[in-house]
């Protein structure tokens, strides 16, 4: 299932990879007045789509986001502001799963007539993360803020406000939501500690700072990056002493620690991702503070917390990572015992590399774009044996395809 744009905003059509089954599952704005003057909303598409993969006798569902509004059929039509939606690619399957923040707004029409109800804003729900039988995801309440909540998708299941972590109407803020260790990781803000790393098993007792790393009154370490390695998570943080650098916790104040120095001092070296895990080691790009910006990896120790190559030798960086992942994808991925990734060597550009963790398994694939301005490789993903993704030639950036394929073996 995927989204497309009709008539001014995206809405979702299904796609068994064929013309002829690619179908409108569900137009949410038919006939609706996409130019509405007054409306408060900046974007009604579909966002957050997030697949739940069915079990047994259920099929394959999706999570997303939308506003609703029909026109021509009354206040039945009336907008629905952005609230959780699932669907299992049917019309009749569709349907809206939680409305947060119901729809209160009356209006006078163009006879003078008080209209109601509707809804411009919704709840808004983002961070949308599938574990289990469940969806876990922030949402916008007046009476709240934005706080995480939790929505059960079994028979019987219901929503459930998790914790109002900064009590009252103010936000908590919660991010980068990730599963492991039984529960759910995030970061929030109580309104007291700053933003810190929290852990929940799904309820509010459960609900707490693993540990204020950056301690004091609205000090905040500001967790990034979070990555499970193992029974572990893996993150950037700041603890105002030894500036942003690679943290591991087991959910537990005390085992919660910076795993190296790796930029001395309050120097920052920004461990970023996106961050994969390959044998059980995590790759991720950081800047000791000689080498530039390059390729590390590490077991969880101190240790074994090693720079792979410096691929572009000296003070200058080899890696431009963080600032367009939202926008552009995947740019790092796992497979077949490499961790590929865009990188720069100072003589081809920025192009798709790999490594199998050794300096000298770490190597070029492919140059596109020959000559020093690279082709950028982005939105990288895998398909069989083969590994997809776009890249610029020179002329235009198209889509590309890698398959590390030696061939027959034939005897002598």
Not at 28 to 56: H, K, M, Q, R, S
Not at 310 to 336: C, M, R, V
């Amino acid at each position: 299932m995927y989204y497309a744009n009709n008539g001014g905003f995206p809405t979702l059509w299904v796609s068994d990879g064929t013309e002829e089954g690619t179908n409108l599952v569900y137009d949410f704005w038919a006939n609706w007045d996409y130019d509405c003057n007054g409306c408060e909303f900046d974007f009604g598409g579909i966002t957050e789509l997030v697949l739940v993969p069915g079990v047994g006798q259920s099929p394959d569902r999706v999570v997303f986001t939308t506003i609703k509004a029909i026109g021509g059929v009354g206040e039945n039509g009336y907008p629905k502001g952005e609230e959780l939606w699932i669907s299992d690619g049917t019309a009749s399957g569709t349907r809206m799963i939680a409305n947060i923040e119901p729809e209160t707004s009356s209006w006078i029409d163009d006879n003078g007539i008080v209209q109601c109800c509707a809804d411009w804003d919704g709840s808004v729900p983002r961070d949308i993360v599938h574990k289990g039988n469940q969806v876990w995801f922030t949402a916008q309440t007046e009476n709240y803020g934005r706080e995480l909540y939790r929505f059960g998708l079994a028979l019987g299941g219901g929503l459930f406000l998790v914790k109002d972590i900064n009590q009252g109407a103010e936000s908590s803020n919660p991010a980068y939501l990730t599963v492991g260790s039984g529960g759910l990781y995030l970061v929030a803000n109580d309104g007291l500690l700053g933003q810190e790393l929290y852990f929940s098993l799904g309820d509010a007792f459960t609900t707490n700072i693993v540990k204020d790393i950056w301690p004091g009154l609205n000090n905040s370490s500001s967790p990034n990056w979070l990555t499970k390695l193992g029974d572990n998570m893996i993150f950037s943080a700041n603890d105002g002493e030894n500036g942003r650098e690679l943290w591991i916790t087991d959910n537990t104040e005390e085992g919660t620690h910076m795993i190296k120095d790796i930029n001395p001092g309050n120097n920052s070296s920004n461990p970023t991702g996106p961050m994969k895990v390959l044998n059980g080691e995590l790759y991720f790009g950081a800047n000791d503070g000689t080498h530039g910006w390059e390729l590390w990896k590490t077991d969880g120790t101190e240790a074994g917390t090693i720079m792979v190559k410096d691929i572009k030798e000296g003070e200058n960086s080899s890696l431009s990572w963080g600032s367009t992942a939202h926008f552009h994808g995947e740019y790092t991925l796992t497979h077949n015992g490499h961790f590929y990734f865009s990188a720069d060597d100072g003589v081809s550009g920025q192009e798709l590399w790999r490594t199998d963790g050794t300096e000298n398994g770490t190597e070029l694939v492919v140059d596109v774009n020959v000559g020093e301005d690279g082709s950028w490789p982005w939105w990288l993903t895998t398909a069989g044996e083969k590994i997809y993704f776009t890249a610029w030639d020179g002329d235009q950036r198209q889509l590309w395809h890698y398959w590390d394929n030696p061939g027959p073996i034939v005897s002598a």
